[in-house]
């Protein structure tokens, strides 16, 4: 699979480097990064979301951990045999960066289907253009060590992949790009990871007391009409 988006197939190579060197950089685990990344080239040739990489990869780290975390929900999900509703990926962060819609139920329905679209890109197009870079840093993306590595590292970062808005800060009414505004509201690791989704009925506290947690790998995650509404009610 080649570029799908405006770039040279060179550029879209080297910002696919760049991206997986980001990751490794900020301590996420080389197999899953490539499966992080398979999976947005895999949203730009089928999800409809072009340049999806070069969009990922002119944002700030903070925004590359959280589009990551989303990626690595929904890869989990891909894998696993078993689906609650809890489980069923969303990316709010991700779609609001692109600025385009993806229909998640296709996810959803066929999901054996894109778990092995997505596994033919890390085996043939994200090997070929990785392997420099794992070789360079000696990394062995096949050996059992480096996926229990991978587990305890999602365990130990599961914090990081939380954001908090404190009270004060206030979204406009009808803003499309709310998901950005509540990244960039800062993070904390002391949030409570089973906080559940706000609603109107039980968060009618004064502006000023209010604080929103945004989870996108433990809890229920918000939908950006959850988040106008908190701030907008």
């Given at each position: 699979?080649?570029?799908?988006?405006?770039?040279?197939?060179?550029?879209?190579?080297?910002?696919?480097?760049?991206?997986?060197?980001?990751?490794?950089?900020?301590?996420?685990?080389?197999?899953?990064?490539?499966?992080?990344?398979?999976?947005?080239?895999?949203?730009?040739?089928?999800?409809?979301?072009?340049?999806?990489?070069?969009?990922?990869?002119?944002r700030s780290d903070k925004i590359?951990?959280?589009?990551?975390?989303?990626?690595?929900?929904?890869?989990?999900?891909?894998?696993?045999?078993?689906?609650?509703?809890?489980?069923?990926?969303?990316?709010?962060?991700?779609?609001?960066?692109?600025?385009?819609?993806?229909?998640?139920?296709?996810?959803?329905?066929?999901?054996?289907?894109?778990?092995?679209?997505?596994?033919?890109?890390?085996?043939?197009?994200?090997?070929?253009?990785?392997?420099?870079?794992?070789?360079?840093?000696?990394?062995?993306?096949?050996?059992?060590?480096?996926?229990?590595?991978?587990?305890?590292?999602?365990?130990?970062?599961?914090?990081?992949?939380?954001?908090?808005?404190?009270?004060?800060?206030?979204?406009?009414?009808?803003?499309?790009?709310?998901?950005?505004?509540?990244?960039?509201?800062?993070?904390?690791?002391s949030l409570d990871p089973k906080?559940?989704?706000?609603?109107?009925?039980?968060?009618r506290a004064p502006v000023e007391?209010?604080?929103?947690?945004?989870?996108?790998?433990?809890?229920?995650?918000?939908?950006?009409?959850?988040?106008?509404?908190?701030?907008?009610?």
């Open positions: 699979m080649g570029t799908t988006g405006r770039e040279s197939p060179r550029a879209w190579a080297n910002t696919i480097i760049g991206l997986f060197s980001r990751m490794l950089e900020v301590g996420r685990p080389p197999r899953l990064s490539m499966k992080v990344i398979g999976f947005w080239v895999w949203l730009e040739g089928h999800g409809g979301l072009p340049d999806l990489l070069t969009t990922i990869a002119h590359l951990q959280l589009v990551a975390a989303e990626a690595e929900t929904t890869v989990s999900f891909l894998s696993s045999s078993t689906t609650t509703e809890e489980e069923i990926p969303v990316l709010p962060v991700t779609l609001d960066i692109s600025q385009n819609e993806f229909p998640l139920d296709g996810i959803v329905a066929g999901r054996e289907r894109v778990a092995n679209e997505i596994e033919e890109i890390c085996e043939g197009t994200l090997q070929e253009l990785l392997g420099g870079v794992l070789r360079e840093r000696k990394i062995d993306i096949t050996s059992d060590e480096d996926e229990e590595d991978e587990e305890e590292d999602k365990e130990e970062k599961s914090d990081d992949h939380q954001v908090v808005v404190e009270g004060g800060e206030e979204g406009r009414k009808g803003d499309g790009r709310l998901a950005a505004a509540v990244v960039g509201g800062g993070g904390g690791g906080a559940r989704a706000w609603s109107p009925e039980s968060g007391d209010r604080c929103l947690y945004v989870t996108f790998s433990i809890g229920d995650p918000l939908s950006a009409d959850q988040i106008e509404r908190f701030f907008t009610r």
